[in-house]
Each structure stands twice: as C-alpha cells, then as structure tokens.
C-alpha cells in the first residue's frame, strides 16, 4: 500500500502523497529495507529507477502546487517539515535504501549487469556524506549536483544568498 506512494509520486506531482509516505515512515514503524523493496517492486513495473525517482521528486519542488499540497496536508502540528527539507530527506533516504533495492529487483529479473551494479554499490558506500539534492539545468539538460555534503551542512554550489 505505501509502496504505491513510491509509484504516485514518481507519476503525479500531489504534495500529499509525500505527506502520506512522511507519516507512514514515522508512525507505523515500517523496516526501511522493507519499505524499500515494495518501492522498488513499484517502480520496476513501471520501469522507473531509483534515480529517475529522485530526479522526479525534486522536480515538484519547482511545482507551486506540490508545495502548497505538502503544506496543507500537514496533519500533525508537531511535525512542521517544509517541503525541500522532506524531499531532501526521501532523496536521501532512496539513496540509502532504494538504490540498492532496485539492484536487488534487477538481479532477481536477471537484468543485464546487475551483479556488477550490486558489488559497486557495496563497494562504494560510505564515506559519511550525502550528494548534494539538486538539479541543474544546463544547455536544455539536467543533472545531478556532484557536489557531497555533510548532513546539516549545504552544498557550496547552492547557499541561499
Ligand atoms: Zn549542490
């Protein structure tokens, strides 16, 4: 059931499908690696990855209404998250539970190199700082910041002015 929050907002831009899957994350007590394979299974039957998602999510910060959506659909007032910090949260969050669950689809669907994906992906984990969340428009193409980052820090490339 919250594994199709994975699905819906990768599909539509509703502020409350992040809220959902915020409040779900935090009172039902769901193991992360279980949320994370039910996202992934989603996901590949919509042939969507890991990072398409992400790059996803943070494009409905640029969605006025996604934003005010997240906003109003806040339904406990000991929670006040706004809308960049928790899709910065759901990024990272994918980058330490997704990612290595959809891998994980891939090899179970014998897709092409998954088996070298997974060892680099092992591999390559964790020097304690997180890529930096935004995207950059460039020549009519986007891409990922490469900048990492501390938690509680912020990327150099993007300090608010
Ligand atoms: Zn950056």
Redesign the pocket.
Known sequence: MIGTKFRALAQRSKGRDLNDLELAHVYLGLYDGQLAACAAHYLHHERISSNEFKSRLFAHLSDPNFVDDVARFITDPSHTFEPDRLVEKWIWWSEEFLDRATIEVDLANDVHQARDRLREWDEHRHDGLNQ?T?WITEFGSSRR?V?R?AAEES????RPE
Do not use: S
């Open positions: 930096c935004q910041c900048n980052v990327c150099k490339a993007h």
